[in-house]
């Protein structure tokens, strides 16, 4: 995993922590906590998928009904990596 891959990853366990589990999110605010590029958070959060741990879903929808687009989400074995990393 690389550094890109893992800033990604644990910015969607901080978003999971704060939101709660089964959320997923757009690339927009993973730039934003991490301070990479959109295309440098694609490649990255794409490779974290591929790996199981986050994952990918179309068609989602606010609480109101209304399409919000796509977005990823972390995955237990994500969140329990993350876990596991030391915190300074």
Same mark, same amino acid.
């Given at each position: #995993?690389?550094?890109? &891959?893992?800033?990604?990853?644990?910015? =969607?366990?901080? #978003?999971?922590?704060?939101?709660? $589990?089964?959320?997923?999110?757009?690339?927009?605010? @993973? $730039?934003?906590? !991490?301070? =990479?590029?959109?295309?440098?958070?694609?490649?990255?959060?794409?490779?974290?998928?591929?790996?199981? =741990? /986050?994952?990918?879903?179309? /068609?989602?929808? !606010?609480? &109101?009904? #209304?399409?919000?687009?796509?977005?990823? /989400? @972390? !995955?237990? /074995?994500?969140?329990? =990596?993350?876990?596991? #990393?030391?915190? $300074?």
């Amino acid at each position: #995993m690389t550094e890109n &891959d893992n800033a990604c990853l644990v910015a =969607l366990h901080r #978003m999971t922590s704060e939101y709660g $589990e089964n959320q997923y999110f757009p690339f927009r605010p @993973i $730039e934003r906590i !991490t301070g =990479l590029s959109r295309k440098v958070v694609r490649v990255s959060i794409r490779r974290l998928a591929r790996s199981g =741990l /986050a994952e990918y879903s179309r /068609a989602l929808t !606010t609480e &109101d009904g #209304m399409v919000a687009g796509a977005g990823y /989400a @972390i !995955t237990r /074995a994500g969140y329990n =990596l993350v876990e596991a #990393m030391p915190h $300074e």
